[in-house]
């Protein structure tokens, strides 16, 4: 077990789906918790960490195709932003020092996000938790966390998600499915897998900026990253 950690700055992406738990829908602070024991973990190594959060487990209005776009996204940007609180006082309970940042401007409720700003937090040891994506619709939060972390200069993408790695098919239904220790961005494009959309492969590609994807059903699957175990599959620039 490594005694340093092996990266000073990442950026989290944690899935909405997962905050809900088995409820599949909303928040288990059940689930919550664990996930941020970890987190606290990371900065009492000294780890400076980002944390973009889906919001999947509140909204799920981009494939309905019952609502316009622009609106569906727009409500989806909220429903991050509701994680982002939810996440940031869990933090905030375990002696944290944290900033929520939204790239649509809510100033009652948290910080807009300016990007020099949200390196000085990160410099001072806080956590900077990044709401509403991008900001734009017809765009991911997986692209937000991309965006986010080449911005801040994070040393690479954890990505949290309910399964340990990247397969060349779906291990939930093919029980022959084989798991990548390390794949490409080319190859995730080339080949079509569900990592993440093609803006954030493309996007991770372009600035070399790597991606380790993890199962997030053992939180401590972070700290572990964070210190450079072995818990999932690395998807690199070549």
Same mark, same amino acid.
């Given at each position: !077990?490594?005694?340093?950690?092996?990266?000073?700055?990442?950026?989290?992406?944690?899935?909405?789906?997962?905050?809900?738990?088995?409820?599949?829908?909303?928040?288990?602070?059940?689930?919550?918790?664990?996930?941020?024991?970890?987190?606290?973990?990371? @900065?009492?190594?000294?780890?400076?960490?980002?944390?973009?959060?889906?919001?999947?487990?509140?909204?799920?209005?981009?494939?309905?195709?019952?609502?316009?776009?622009?609106?569906?996204?727009?409500?989806?940007?909220?429903?991050?932003?509701?994680?982002?609180?939810?996440?940031?006082?869990?933090?905030?309970?375990?002696?944290?020092? @944290?900033?929520?940042?939204?790239?649509?401007? !809510?100033?009652?409720?948290?910080?807009?996000?300016?990007?020099?700003?949200?390196?000085?937090?990160?410099?001072?040891?806080?956590?900077?938790?990044?709401?509403?994506?991008?900001?734009?619709?017809?765009?991911?939060?997986?692209?937000?966390?991309?965006?986010?972390?080449?911005?801040?200069?994070?040393?690479?993408?954890?990505?949290?998600?309910?399964?340990?790695?990247?397969?060349?098919?779906?291990?939930?239904?093919?029980?022959?499915?084989?798991?990548?220790?390390?794949?490409?961005?080319?190859?995730?494009?080339?080949?079509?897998?569900?990592? !993440?959309?093609?803006?954030?492969?493309?996007?991770?590609?372009?600035?070399?900026?790597?991606?380790?994807?993890?199962?997030?059903?053992?939180?401590?699957?972070?700290?572990?990253?964070?210190?450079?175990?072995?818990?999932?599959?690395? @998807?690199?620039?070549?």
């Amino acid at each position: !077990m490594a005694t340093q950690p092996k990266y000073k700055r990442v950026l989290l992406k944690l899935s909405g789906e997962a905050l809900a738990g088995d409820k599949k829908t909303g928040l288990d602070y059940g689930v919550i918790t664990p996930i941020c024991e970890s987190i606290k973990k990371c @900065v009492d190594a000294g780890i400076q960490i980002g944390i973009v959060v889906g919001g999947g487990n509140f909204w799920r209005g981009r494939s309905s195709g019952a609502m316009d776009r622009t609106r569906a996204d727009h409500i989806g940007m909220l429903a991050t932003t509701m994680n982002a609180l939810a996440v940031a006082d869990v933090l905030e309970s375990l002696g944290l020092d @944290v900033r929520v940042q939204t790239a649509i401007s !809510m100033p009652a409720v948290a910080e807009p996000y300016i990007r020099n700003r949200a390196v000085r937090h990160l410099e001072k040891g806080r956590v900077v938790i990044f709401g509403c994506g991008t900001g734009n619709p017809f765009f991911s939060t997986d692209t937000a966390s991309t965006l986010r972390a080449v911005e801040i200069e994070a040393d690479i993408v954890l990505k949290a998600t309910m399964v340990d790695g990247v397969y060349d098919k779906d291990p939930n239904k093919y029980d022959d499915a084989v798991k990548y220790d390390t794949i490409t961005f080319n190859d995730i494009l080339v080949k079509g897998l569900e990592v !993440m959309d093609s803006t954030a492969a493309s996007m991770c590609r372009d600035n070399k900026l790597p991606i380790l994807v993890f199962d997030l059903s053992r939180p401590d699957n972070i700290y572990d990253a964070c210190m450079g175990e072995n818990v999932g599959t690395f @998807v690199v620039a070549e």
